[in-house]
Structures are given as C-alpha cells and as structure tokens.
C-alpha cells in the first residue's frame, strides 16, 4: 500500500511557514503500515495544484493533501479535487450549518466566502473539524484509489489525522500490518566509521532495516520493522538493537527521545556524583545542557564562563606563567581549568573546555576548530584534543557534546569496574 502526500501553500514553498505537516503525517502513517514513498510540496496555483495531484494519482493508491481549504480566493484543494476526480461541488448544508454554529458560538457573524466550505465533490465522505470551520474530506477515484483532504493547521490536521482518517483508511485498505521504529543514538564515531562496523548487519538485515542519520555531534540509527503486531515489531527491535550494542558498546548512549545530557545526568545520579564546568569557547553552552534535565541540581554545583586569561586566572587560579608558556588554547591550560574548577566547587568531577571557536582567531599552529577537553576527578586528570571543522555555532555545539561525552564514557568506566 502506497501513499503520497501533498502539503500545500505558497508560504511553505517561501519558506515562511515550516513544513512540519508532511512530518507529522509521514510518522503517524509509518506507524499504521502505510508506506509514503513520495512527498510533494506545492503553491497555491490552480494549474500545479491540479497536476501534482494528477501525478500522484497515478503512482500511489493514497494521496493525502494538507491545506488550501480555507475560505479564501486561494484556498483551492477543494476545487481542484473535484476537477481532477470529475465530481461536481455540491452544497452540504449539515457542514454550513456547523460553519454557521461555530461563529455564532464564538459571537461572530459568518463572512459569505465561509460558504464556499460547504461545497463538497459528490460522493465524498465529510470529517467532522471540532476545531476550525474547513471539514476534511476522503473522496474516492473511479478506480479505487482515495484522496484524502484535510485542514492545514496543524492543531486540526493532527487530531483528525490519527482519529478520523487513518482508521477509515486502515479498514478501507484492509491493511493488517503495523510498521515499527526504534533510533538508537552514537557519538564519538563519524558515519563512515559507523558504516564499517555495522554494515554487514545493515546489508543482511532485510526486516528491521538499518538506516544511518547523521546529526551535528552524533549519528543515529535507525530501526524499521513492518509486522502484524506491536508486540512482534518490539520482539524484531529489541534483537537487532541487542546484537547492535553488542557490536558498539559505548558508543551507543541513548535510545528514540533520550538526549545526551539527560543521560549523563542519570548516570550522576546513580553514581552519587557531582559536577563543576568551567568553560572559555562554550560560552556557558554546557552548563546550560547539564541544567536543562529537572533535578538536575542534585548533582551540578557549579558553573564558571572564563572567557579572559584574567577570568581564568582569578576565577580558577590558572598560574599566568602557563598561559604565556602554552597558550589559553592548550592542553595544559584545558587541564589547570579542570583542576582549578574541582578544587574551587568541591566537586567529584569537574570539566575544563578552551578553544578558538571562530570565524577568527585561528593560526596554522592553532586553527579554528582547535579544542581541549580536560576531566577531573579523584583519580586525576584526563584531557582530549578535538579539531572541529564547522562555524562558529557548530564548533560550540560539538564542543559541548564531547565534553557530555567525556564525563559519560568517565562514569561508565567507574561504574563497570566496581561492577567486575
């Protein structure tokens, strides 16, 4: 069963409106077992409009439009529908007299054009909108394919989405099978490293599938499974997700909607450990990711932004002698802010971040990108070199996702030696 879906509106193709309709849609019917093989997005222009529909039509049994059902001179979904299905417009009174309802609900005096809602293609089946005047719409063609249309306000879209249109279409369709998915995250591999080690299992597992996703400081994998139940693709997943994490260990850290600090928070918690930043090319960028998990004043005490040599000097006590000998950019200097912040916060752990971030700033000794990373804790001091490669804002964010990373590999460690 194959389905398309179609976004309409010249302020999506402008870039003035976010298309997060066509994403909402293509989730929800993935998890129903409806297969969108195609995506188009269109203007609001009778013509095009009429001929994405076309072509849809003869490539997918399912065509799900959003927008264009408004009263305006622009809303045309409605009546290009009907041209390319060859249904006249009919007048449904039980739909204006809901139009007519909800404005005198709200004290409002109906506009002529709202009328032109209630004009329906003969033959279709209207869905109700609790939430707006436009109805949605599933109007099928001749030959058995169906054209379902819906608001493009997400607020009323969604609600009819998963309520209205995909059980109708699930029975209509007689589609039995549910499609599954699971992402489990990595950071501190690049997507060819990734590759190579799970490729084999990529290419050999035909249902689940594997599908890697790379993301600014992590990539993810992604895990579809097509079944007849929820309990079976849980079954599929969870296998393949065991023989994965077998394969990758600690580069694994987090499962679908887990973020990198809530993870490391977690493991803080468990550990009973606390946590100090002091940080130069970050920005505070850090500290504002440990503190954004509740509860997470159980375990972070402390944050230091020392952008100045001065800052990091009186702040943490970073002899100046080292500064003018190495450079605020090195890894001795990375070390003495790691050192300095635990000593000064009194805590378990506690991180040291410098680097030049850019645009400017970098030499050939020392390019834009050039990080260091210091950890320290009871057991000493461990520091790491990174040379990023992206813009300003992008070396900052993977600085910050090495540094989450540092302290999470550092408490796995801890915690997996005491369990041996």
Request: hydrophobic share 40%.
């Amino acid at each position: 069963m194959g389905a398309e879906i179609l976004t309409i509106g010249t302020e999506l193709l402008l870039g003035q409106t976010i298309d997060t309709n066509a994403a909402y849609v293509a989730e929800q019917l993935a998890a129903a077992g409806i297969d969108v093989y195609w995506k188009t997005t269109v203007g609001d222009n009778e013509g095009r409009i009429g001929e994405a529909l076309r072509q849809a039509l003869s490539r997918s049994e399912i065509v799900i439009a959003t927008g264009g059902l408004g009263p305006t001179e622009d809303d045309l979904t409605c009546r290009v529908i009907a041209a390319v299905l060859a249904r006249p417009l009919v007048l449904d009174r039980t739909v204006l007299e809901s139009i007519r309802r909800r404005f005198a609900d709200r004290g409002l005096v109906m506009s002529k054009n709202n009328e032109r809602q209630a004009l329906i293609p003969e033959g279709a089946t209207v869905l109700p909108n609790p939430r707006g005047t436009a109805p949605g719409l599933l109007i099928p063609a001749r030959d058995g394919r169906m054209v379902v249309a819906m608001p493009g306000v997400p607020s009323e879209m969604q609600p009819m989405l998963t309520e209205q249109v995909i059980p109708r279409l699930r029975k209509r369709f007689e589609i039995g099978a549910r499609i599954g998915s699971r992402i489990l995250k990595t950071c501190g591999i690049t997507e060819s490293q990734l590759d190579e080690a799970i490729g084999d299992l990529a290419r050999s597992s035909l249902n689940p599938t594997i599908a890697l996703l790379a993301h600014p400081g992590e990539i993810h994998i992604r895990l579809t499974v097509k079944t007849k139940s929820h309990e079976e693709a849980e079954r599929h997943l969870d296998g393949l997700e065991a023989r994965l994490r077998e394969r990758l260990g600690a580069l694994l850290y987090g499962r679908d909607g887990e973020r990198l600090e809530e993870v490391v928070g977690r493991l803080l918690l468990d550990a009973g450990q606390t946590v100090a930043v002091a940080e130069s090319c970050t920005g505070g960028l850090v500290c504002h990711r440990l503190t954004n998990p509740s509860g997470s004043s159980a375990y972070v005490v402390r944050g230091e932004m020392v952008y100045s040599n001065r800052a990091k000097e009186d702040r943490l006590g970073v002899p100046h002698e080292l500064i003018a000998r190495h450079g605020a950019v090195s890894r001795a200097v990375a070390e003495a802010m790691a050192s300095g912040m635990r000593e000064a916060a009194g805590t378990d752990l506690a991180l040291g971040i410098t680097g030049i971030a850019g645009p400017g700033g970098g030499s050939a000794e020392k390019p834009v990108g050039l990080t260091y990373i210091a950890i320290a804790s009871a057991e000493g001091v461990i520091s790491r070199e990174w040379r990023f490669l992206g813009d300003r804002e992008i070396n900052k964010l993977l600085a910050s996702q090495a540094a989450l990373d540092m302290v999470r590999r550092h408490l796995m460690s801890r915690r997996d030696a005491t369990l041996a």
